[in-house]
């Protein structure tokens, strides 16, 4: 009967720290590579000399333009944030009030002028500072999901690496200008417009750098103290 007890408390911190938690990779088909559109089957036509099946792009742009082709992206995001705030304050205030007279004579209580002062101080001082940095390079290649009907690209993919005991993910979507991509087929993540860039993992390395539910409960903002 005791352990029932504290049994609405205790789901009530497992739902708080799932709240609390964050992001984890998983897999998810809205990442999963668009294919070509389907190509309408037509009768096939036998030539003496050129044969379509065996036919050569000499002219074609080798760069990504079609839904479904394939294109990498150069990972280059770096970038340095700091912000500095110092506030001061400060504040005096002196006034007197000289007793009033009546017929002639000050007013006192119990033998003493009846004179008012006041005087008061306030004093404030705050300072703040904040800087954050980040560092992503690498490769990753992602095929195209939608020719947009200004021409530009609608690009969405993901890498799964499993390394020994853990899986690191990354993901990237975004819009792209043809112009954009380098003869090479590669273009850099800067180029990228509405970039949606994201680095998660799983397994026992993730895990060991999370903390666990019930920590998290305890600094979450939730705690009065």
Known sequence: MSTLRFLPAL????????????????????????????Q???????????????????FTDPRAHRVGDILTVA???????????TTTTSKSDKANIASP???????????KVADIGLDGERTFDGAGSSTQS???????????AQRLTNGNLLIRGEKWLTINQGQELVRISGIVRPQDI????????????????????????????????????????????
């Open 11 to 38: 789901c009530a911190l497992a739902l708080l720290a799932g709240c609390a938690g964050g992001p984890t990779a998983r897999d998810d088909a809205q990442w999963a590579p668009t294919p070509p559109p389907a």
């Open 40 to 58: 309408p089957t037509v009768a096939q036509a036998d030539g003496s000399i050129y044969h379509d099946q065996q036919n050569m792009e000499l």
């Open 75 to 85: 990972l280059v995001e770096s970038t340095q944030a700091s912000k500095k705030a």
């Open 101 to 111: 007279t009546v017929l002639g004579h000050a007013l006192s209580i119990g033998g």
């Open 134 to 144: 980040n560092q992503l390079v690498g490769q990753l290649t992602v095929t195209v």
């Open 182 to 225: 380098g003869q090479d087929n590669v273009v850099p993540s800067t180029r990228v417009a509405d970039a949606r860039i994201s680095y998660t993992g799983r397994g026992t390395l993730a895990d060991a750098n999370t903390r666990g539910w019930l920590s998290r409960f305890f600094n979450s903002k939730w705690m009065p103290f």
